[in-house]
């Protein structure tokens, strides 16, 4: 559905969006996944037409989108950041309004605007002017702008900003619905809505794609860096010793004194490990030296901690396949797991 | 085609649930009344009869005041067409349809020119009043070839402002780069005024305007000025698409 190729926007000296190559089949829904400023508005708008690229090439629905910008955009259903709208207009009027412009029949328009009306769920306010309505219910207007020509592809920047988790579930599960039927395109910083939506992954940092696949995938990607996280009471050399020495340990990521307590505070590690099973060989090394234990517990990897390992230091320079950065930021929050 | 009627449609749509044309339209008729009010006067006041075709012909091309306000009007009205899209950002959508940039450009002219000819067209009534209380019959041709004339001018006035709307960032500095390339040519006209000799006063004067009116509100259809505002109005919203189109680049 679409082919994108050594995409480039340049504003002057700055690459907003540098080389960017991908492609996107019929009837997937792909989460274009970056943090603020990354180049992912950028690259939509390249795709829907409204900017021309610098360099590269786009084809979409088999069209050369540069040099047939107008039969290429008749494939798409567009829902820019920021959703603007006629603030003048009633929903129904916009939405009318919008349909003829993409060239929707006369004899189809009020199905077509029911139709959509319907999907972003909406009708209760078809007949609001669209300047009083609330952020979310202007981004389902603009929601439903995207659907009302009944485009194979939908391409929808940060499409559940400034709902409400109620309205947030509701369009996750509309775009989850679409899934086979449309192409869908979304771009988001918001991680649990990829996860819970898109069957690929597009990580984008500073205008380069950084990162490529299924949210599962990227996880496992991940998976040889497992972090183990051990609280105990002790001195802490003897500790240090101790959790050095047993077996599967490759090392201490950061050791912090929650409690000092004379001779023996309560110190808490982050341990590098071969496996979870370690968490085995550390309760047990631990209860032969006598120590107490307060928590014990694996950090998950969530798709957090690839996306800002891919999307911090020097990962920008990579490309495609991750290479695990050697520490996590420092304020990544160990996850909640099993603890003993 | 059918996109330019869809935008055109939305536009005077947009333009008449705003307040800016009922300012427009109050402030637009109160001063044209009172014109023609005072207008009326003098000609009442004089001595000689056969005056009410005069009136007319004076109330629409008598003296280069009337071009005065429509240096004002003209900007407030084509401000918003496309400043107004982009500071606000509907533009984005506009432009991601699937319509080119001619489409877009004309929907909005002939949004525009409706506005022109919705605003003009209460001066009928003038027409109206002085057929019933003048004597002499009102020249029809006359007042058809003033029509032509007015609506020529909005040809010439609405594609400047629809370009200046394309490129400035908001709708003040819209209003504000068409009051100066209008204002601009109208001045011009006054350069017919200094000893210039009668060749060049004649190019002043056209390129101001300020004899087209003169010309057509007695009956006198010139081509000249129809071919002038038409090949103005095609450079500038050829300009329009342009500068629309490498928008798409920055």
Known sequence: MIEVDNLTKAYGDRLAVN????????????????????????????????????????????????????????????????????????????????????????????????????????TDVRYRIIGQLSKGYRSR?????????????????????????????????????????????????????????????LIIHKGRLVGEGAPSTLRVAQEGRQALVVEARGARDAVDTLLKNTRGVRGILDTVVTEQQGAAPLLRYRLEVDSSEVAEAVFAAVAAAGLSLRELHREQTSLEDVFASLTTADAAAQHAEPAPATTAPADSDPKPGASV | MNAVWTIAKREVFSFFV???????????????????????????????????ANLLTAFFGGTTLFYLPLLVFAPVMTMRLLAEERSSGTIEPLLTAPVSEVSVVLGKYLAALTFWTVLWTPTLSYVWLVARAGKNTVDWGAIGATYLGLFSVGVFYMAVGLFMSAVARNQIVAAMLTFLVLGGLFVIGLAGYANVGDDLRAVFEYLGLWTQMASFSKGIVDTRYLVYDASIAAAALFLSVRALASGRGS
């Open chain 1, 19 to 122: 080389g960017i190559r991908f492609s996107v089949n019929r009837g997937e829904v792909i989460g274009f996944l970056g943090p603020n400023g990354a180049g992912k508005s950028t690259t939509l708008r390249m795709l829907t037409g409204y900017l021309t690229p610098t360099d590269g090439s786009i084809r979409v629905g088999g069209i050369d989108a540069i040099s047939n910008p107008i039969e290429a955009r008749r494939f798409i259903g567009y829902m820019p950041e920021s959703v603007p709208l006629y603030g003048e207009m009633r929903v129904d009027e916009y939405l009318r309004y919008r349909a003829s412009l993409k060239g929707v029949r006369r004899s189809q328009l009020k199905a077509r605007v029911d139709a959509s009306l319907q999907l972003a769920n909406i």
């Open chain 2, 18 to 52: 705003s307040p800016i044309a009922y300012v427009v339209m109050t402030v637009w008729l109160l001063f044209f009344g009172i014109v023609f009010y005072i207008l009326a006067l003098v000609f009442a006041q004089q001595a000689g009869g056969g005056g009410e």
């Open chain 1, 141 to 201: 207007v603009g929601l439903a702008d995207a659907l009302v020509a009944d485009p194979p592809l939908l391409v929808l920047d940060e499409p559940t900003a400034g709902l409400d988790p109620n309205q947030i579930r509701q369009v996750r599960d509309l775009i989850r619905g679409m899934a086979g039927q449309k192409t869908v395109l979304l771009s988001t910083h918001i991680l649990p809505e990829v996860e819970s939506t898109c069957g690929r992954v």
